[in-house]
């Protein structure tokens, strides 16, 4: 089955204890991308990659890293999470450069 | 920077009712106007549209954008209590893997 895969789904973290979500796509996509959505802030871009060893920041890049080894991952990591990163995140995937983005799961992190 | 705006930010209609959905946007290097649907947890797409004028259709739901007017509408006919759910807008830009996204509208049905 053609999907997007994000872990964990639900994470409870403490502020400072480094963490990555991992995303996965078995669908030989080159642009995948992560987001984070809020309340009222609807879905923000945090970081994109258009093929292996290419990214670019997003709209909200700030407190996240990303790498690009191999085209299906797409990890996001917090090297020191704070409590303003409790979000709802998803990771997105497409093969069209027109940008038909399939989405994963969703990861809900909390920061205490 | 780019900006796309959604209405009504919320909308209840009856069972059978015909809803349009606005999407208005302000984005530099426009590539593609993009309408998804979300329940409960992860967006799933519906329509891409990259052409002024031309019309993309599934179903009971029918998409058109206007790229001189800078806008989209999203039509639902016939609506079903299982349309409920936030309709979302994006505009992808550049490479196109840059989207921004409107905060969405959200959509009732009641019987």
New interface residues.
């Given amino acids: 089955e053609a999907q997007v895969t994000q872990n964990p789904r639900y994470l409870i973290t403490v502020t400072g204890k480094k963490l990555t979500v991992t995303c996965s796509q078995n669908m030989n996509h080159e ?3 992560w ?1 984070r959505q809020d309340p ?6 945090i970081y ?3 093929n292996v060893e290419v990214t ?1 920041k ?2 909200v890049p700030e407190g996240y890293k990303v790498s690009r080894k191999e085209k299906r991952n797409f990890p996001l990591i917090l090297e020191s999470p704070s409590p303003n990163q409790t979000s709802l995140y ?1 990771c997105a995937s ?1 093969l ?11 990861t809900r992190l909390t920061v205490v | 920077e780019d900006k796309v705006v959604q209405s009504p930010l919320s909308l209840v209609v009856h069972e059978g009712d015909t809803v349009t959905l606005n999407c208005s946007y302000e984005v530099t290097n426009f ?2 106007l ?1 309408w ?1 649907k979300q329940e409960k ?5 519906l329509f ?1 549209l ?1 052409s002024s004028g031309i019309e993309k259709k599934s179903g009971r739901l029918s998409s058109i954008s206007d790229k001189k007017e800078l806008f989209s509408i999203l039509n639902i006919t016939a609506t079903q209590t299982g349309d409920s759910a936030v309709y ?1 807008c ?1 505009v ?1 830009t550049g ?10 509208t959200r959509l009732q049905v009641t019987l």
């Fill in positions: 642009y995948m991308s987001y009222g802030l609807g879905l923000r871009q994109y990659s258009m670019d997003g709209d998803f497409s069209s450069v027109w940008g038909g983005y399939t989405f994963g799961s969703g | 590539r593609s993009l998804y947890k992860a967006p799933t797409f891409m990259t979302l994006a992808a490479t196109a893997s840059k989207l921004t996204f409107g905060t969405g």
